[in-house]
């Protein structure tokens, strides 16, 4: 099943109002256990909403080959570059072990942190860190050679669930 961003945002703001009733409030932590499907992301927008922490107990996690591709266009000057900054870090704290990850930036071109995902270990994630924290907002929007980067024709790792997440302003 999928749902368009205005779909997502409306489940959660509903879902963040039955939460808040039900007595969950900022700082609070909640246990969530559901599969990889649309009220996962709706679940933990509701309570980042409210701002409490979603706590995944997610029993049957399938290790996934992420790859983060980000905008880095003038466009994303300011707030939008602070906040996909931001996110790209939380997201990097997020891996499990046993995924494997990769960022790839954009802007008037394309540029991957590593040829392939890599596995998640410190070594990886602290270059990842640094590059993240090197990301600047500067140039065109030209998002096809980084989708080519992210999307080439390869066999993820045995067993792996292959995804892209997009950040842009736009």
């Known amino acids: 099943s999928t749902m ?4 997502l945002d409306a489940a959660s ?9 039900e007595g969950i409030s900022a700082g609070d932590r909640v246990g969530v256990m559901l599969p ?3 009220a996962l992301p709706a679940t933990w927008l509701a309570l980042t909403r409210i701002g409490a922490t ?23 000057e ?4 602070v906040q996909s900054r931001d996110a790209l870090l939380m997201a990097l704290d997020r891996l499990q072990p046993g995924d494997r990850f990769n ?6 071109r394309a540029r991957a942190l590593f040829a392939v995902p890599m596995p998640v270990d410190p070594a990886t ?3 990842a860190r640094s590059f993240v924290h090197s990301l600047r907002a500067d140039g065109g929007t030209e998002m096809r050679e980084a989708l080519a980067l992210a999307l080439a024709p390869r066999e993820a790792a ?9 950040l842009t302003d736009g």
């Open 4 to 7: 368009t961003y205005a779909e």
């Open 13 to 21: 703001a509903r879902l963040a109002t039955l939460l808040e009733r």
């Open 36 to 38: 990889n499907l649309p």
């Open 54 to 76: 979603m706590v995944p107990l997610n029993i049957a996690y399938t290790p996934r080959e992420i790859t983060y591709i980000v905008d880095t266009s003038g466009s994303m």
């Open 78 to 81: 300011g707030a939008s570059i």
């Open 103 to 108: 960022v790839v930036e954009f802007n008037s």
């Open 125 to 127: 994630l602290g270059r």
């Open 158 to 166: 045995s067993g792996l669930l292959r995804q892209g997440v997009f």
